[in-house]
């Protein structure tokens, strides 16, 4: 591909997480070699079926460069997710960046919920109860590893 644009002006460390179920945050650096007065704007597609839209709510540095973005309601969708960060300056073209993510993979479980401990002072010891973690796009709930820590006290 040709990119148009001067070398090094790209976004760099581009990374998103899924957290509390359907909030995501993306963040980003600014390009090493980008002028001082680049702005950068991230635009997303969720599935090919949805339409590309920008971000609502950026997070910018103290310069008021935008960094980052965070985004609501999130559905994790079965494809890839479109990210795409262009730039604009005034005194060149600025590099695009652009990757596609599966949004499972980038999803940070919420704890199991409910954690009980029952222990008796018979033979039967004690019993751990729990619910799985909420999330976003687990439907089959036997699909959860859990481990257990137990630490004499």
């Known amino acids: 591909p040709v990119f148009v644009g001067k070398n090094g002006s790209a976004i760099e460390n581009f990374s998103c997480v899924i957290y509390n179920v359907s909030l995501m945050n993306c963040t980003w650096q600014a390009g090493r070699d980008a002028p001082g ?9 969720n599935s090919r079926d949805d339409e590309e839209m920008e971000c609502e709510l950026y997070i910018k540095d103290e310069n008021g460069r935008n960094t980052g973005c965070r985004f609501q309601n999130v559905k994790i969708k079965t494809g890839k997710a479109y990210f795409l960060v262009n730039g604009s300056s005034k005194d060149s073209p600025i590099q695009f960046y652009d990757e596609y993510i599966q949004l499972y993979k980038i999803e940070v479980l919420t704890p ?17 109860t729990w619910q799985p973690p909420l999330t976003n796009h687990v439907e089959n709930v036997k699909c959860f590893q859990y481990e257990i820590n137990i630490r004499n006290k």
């Open 37 to 45: 007065d680049t702005q950068y704007f991230l635009y997303w597609q």
């Open 112 to 128: 199991p919920l409910n954690v009980t401990v029952n222990c008796t002072r018979g033979s039967a010891g004690c019993v751990i």
